[in-house]
């Protein structure tokens, strides 16, 4: 099935407020071989950074919206996690959604994880569409305008919906995951390595390897300020995987993978 369809089969599976916010492909499409000369590369890149940073806040908003990010969340009975009071910049309070439609150990219900799927698919769709528009504008083009501009947005982690820690934190709330860190090879989480810390370049690395990278191992604190130290001591670190520069960004519990350990950020020391 080409994208086309696919593209019109998945879009009408989204909410309305998505529907609407969603790129239109056949549009952009039909823009970009609409004239015998094709559009400059300043117009369409000005027009389709438009289009990303309108679907760009769509995303952040329905993130917010299914995690209930603020300083009123309640805690659910009988999670593992809490909310920080806001102070930490905001981020996933309660336990993770069970994968496959299995009720989660926080009592997550089947509405919460149909949100987090939706705006999944939202974000997937869109990053698709982009990626689909520049390879065919460079075709039209006959040269590498667009493909470069998309990449290079992809590593910098420009639109939270092409490549983020908000993005990967949803993957990892709806399908679970125990992966290798890439620097120590130590699944993570695991026993030994419990928490996972998520890049804001949407790489994930055990705890203890992103106070190596920051040179703060030996440093005493709170994981919060530890690394918030580190991340201003050495504002040159950069992503081991991708090199994407400022890996940090702005720490928060939505930096902490399973949702239940995010009290160590504000709560417990780093060793």
């Not at 009408?12 to 559009?39: F, G, H, N």
Request: glycine letters at 12%; proline letters at 6%; charged letters at 25%.
């Amino acid at each position: 099935m080409k994208f086309g369809a696919q593209w019109k089969q998945r879009v009408a599976e989204l909410p309305e407020s998505l529907r609407e916010a969603a790129i239109s492909y056949k549009a952009w499409k039909k823009r970009v071989k609409a004239d015998a000369d094709p559009l400059p590369p300043e117009d369409f890149l000005g027009t389709l950074k438009d289009e990303c940073e309108r679907v760009n806040l769509r995303f952040l908003e329905r993130v917010r919206a299914c995690v209930g990010v603020g300083p009123k969340r309640r805690r659910r009975r009988g999670t593992g996690g809490g909310y920080c009071g806001g102070s930490c910049g905001g981020g996933f309070g309660s336990g993770g959604i069970a994968p496959d439609g299995a009720d989660g150990a926080d009592g997550a219900d089947g509405a919460d994880r149909e949100a987090l799927a939706k705006t999944y698919a939202f974000a997937m769709l869109n990053r698709t569409c982009v990626y689909k528009l520049c390879k065919k504008y460079d075709k039209v083009l006959r040269r590498r305008a667009a493909s470069p501009w998309f990449r290079g947005a992809l590593g910098a982690g420009a639109y939270a919906f092409l490549n983020s820690a908000e993005l990967k934190r949803l993957e990892l709330e709806l399908y679970g995951a125990t992966e290798p860190c890439p620097v120590c090879l130590e699944e993570t989480p695991s026993p030994a390595e419990p928490t996972a810390f998520i890049l804001t370049c949407g790489h994930t690395m055990c705890v203890s390897c992103v106070r190596d990278l920051y040179g703060v191992r030996r440093t005493r604190g709170t994981l919060y300020n530890v690394l918030s130290y580190g991340r201003h001591r050495s504002p040159s670190v950069r992503c081991p995987m991708c090199r994407a520069p400022n890996p940090l960004g702005a720490i928060s519990e939505m930096n902490i993978y399973p949702a239940e350990k995010a009290g160590v950020l504000m709560r417990l020391g780093a060793r």
